[in-house]
């Protein structure tokens, strides 16, 4: 998904920022191995085994078998809670529960992972997830509520247009605009994202005013 890929270039960009040592393609569990020559190679040798076993579940998940990868990711959780693993195992296993078809578990992983992980940056990951999936139920309310309790400042643009996009199923239409623009002032967008918040813009019929940032 784009959006996904957003999240990745986002975090990408402010750890590189802001020194932080973490392979982002890893963190972010996206179904793909990013960087996993080096990630492997600084893992301790205590935490290899486990390294395998999560690498394993991610390229289940990427051939589509999501019951199983789902099933990996529970037992990761149970078995290595207090690992940074098991929070990447449930943002994989959330994934793979909504392409099963289960948004139920997709929601019981990003609980687990927002209760649970390490980095606040993982936990601001899976907020904006769940809020994702609060709009197509109809919960936008709960879904404001986790955007303002994300503090990470490279998914600002992320939240905003995810803010908009809540407010304009509530029909809160001058708000929604606000929220688009305030992402589309954001310095760092890329041109998929740029373009598609102009088109929300432009499909709310504000006017001059509203919508007019570039």
């Given at each position: 998904?784009?959006?996904?890929q957003e999240e990745l270039e986002a975090l990408?960009?402010?750890?590189?920022?802001?020194?932080?040592?973490?392979?982002?393609?890893?963190?972010?569990?996206?179904?793909?191995?990013?960087?996993?020559?080096?990630?492997?190679?600084?893992?301790?040798?205590?935490?290899?085994?486990?390294?395998?076993?999560?690498?394993?579940?991610?390229?289940?998940?990427?051939?589509d078998s999501h019951g199983e990868a789902m099933?990996?990711?529970?037992?990761?959780?149970?078995?290595?809670?207090?690992?940074?693993?098991?929070?990447?195992?449930?943002?994989?296993?959330?994934?793979?529960?909504?392409?099963?078809?289960?948004?139920?578990?997709?929601?019981?992983?990003?609980?687990?992972?927002?209760?649970?992980?390490?980095?606040?940056?993982i936990r601001d990951v899976a907020r904006i997830?769940?809020?994702?999936?609060?709009?197509?139920?109809?919960?936008?309310?709960?879904?404001?509520?986790?955007?303002?309790?994300?503090?990470?400042?490279?998914?600002?643009?992320?939240?905003?247009?995810?803010?908009?996009?809540?407010?304009?199923?509530?029909?809160?239409?001058?708000?929604?605009?606000?929220?688009?623009?305030?992402?589309?002032?954001?310095?760092?967008?890329?041109?998929?994202?740029?373009?598609?918040?102009?088109?929300?813009?432009?499909?709310?019929?504000?006017?001059?005013?509203?919508?007019?940032?570039?």
């Amino acid at each position: 998904m784009d959006t996904e890929q957003e999240e990745l270039e986002a975090l990408k960009k402010w750890w590189h920022e802001n020194g932080r040592a973490v392979v982002v393609g890893l963190v972010l569990g996206l179904g793909g191995v990013f960087g996993w020559t080096t990630w492997q190679s600084r893992v301790e040798a205590a935490a290899e085994q486990l390294s395998v076993v999560y690498q394993n579940m991610v390229e289940t998940a990427a051939l589509d078998s999501h019951g199983e990868a789902m099933q990996q990711a529970d037992r990761i959780i149970a078995e290595h809670p207090d690992s940074e693993y098991a929070a990447l195992a449930g943002l994989v296993g959330a994934k793979s529960a909504l392409a099963a078809g289960k948004p139920a578990d997709a929601d019981r992983f990003l609980d687990w992972v927002m209760g649970n992980a390490q980095l606040d940056e993982i936990r601001d990951v899976a907020r904006i997830r769940k809020a994702r999936l609060l709009l197509d139920a109809d919960q936008g309310d709960a879904g404001l509520e986790l955007l303002a309790k994300v503090d990470t400042v490279a998914f600002a643009a992320i939240v905003e247009e995810l803010r908009g996009d809540i407010l304009v199923q509530q029909r809160s239409m001058k708000a929604a605009a606000q929220a688009y623009e305030t992402a589309l002032a954001s310095g760092t967008l890329s041109r998929g994202m740029r373009a598609r918040l102009r088109i929300k813009l432009d499909d709310l019929g504000l006017g001059e005013g509203l919508g007019a940032a570039q």
